[in-house]
């Protein structure tokens, strides 16, 4: 179909509905654009391991601790948005996989960094309790145990980390979840 209008309110209902259709088809290629993105994070950035490599070890961890799925999920992709926005990479990595996981799972993701920032940041004049702006919330303690039991922990070179093509049947099954509306 050759969609012709050039204000949004001149469209007609058959083009939404061809344009629908169309990001439908973009979702179902979903996981191979997430893995792309992933697999770009596979660069040095100065640390023992690569910002990927670093993610497949956190996976690895939450995995071997027998965490669910979309735990093991998030641990994967928690820093998938690294190369993308590294100042705001936790928020920009979450929103990338709202659509496919629960609220709970979204808030550790988009708040992870600045629980993070307890293992490290007065080591550069930031303040290590700036999570505890948090503490009232309901997450406060999943995100704190994420970070401590499988992220802060994850720059080991010779941890015994799974190798991604581990993890592709549950990205497979989590990423053929119906999306969830992206403005709730």
Sequence with gaps: ?????????DG???????LDALDHEMNRNYANDLIATFLGTDRDMGYP?????????????????????ETVFAALFHDVADRISPDNHARVGAELLRPFIDP????????????????????IGKDR???????????????AAFCEKWDSISFDQSYDT???EAFMPLVRRVLAREPHALWR
């Design 162 to 164: 799974m190798p991604l």
């Design 104 to 123: 709970r799972t979204h808030w550790i993701l988009a708040h992870h960094a600045v629980f993070q920032g307890y293992y490290y940041w007065h080591q």
């Design 129 to 143: 309790h700036a999570r505890e702006q948090y503490r009232s919330h309901p997450h406060f303690a999943d995100c």
């Design 12 to 18: 007609t209902a058959e083009e939404y509905a061809h």
């Design 49 to 69: 391991v690569s910002p990927m490599r670093h993610a497949l070890q956190t996976a690895t961890r939450a995995h071997r601790d027998g965490a669910d799925e």
């Design 1 to 9: 179909m050759d969609i012709r209008f050039t204000r949004l309110e």
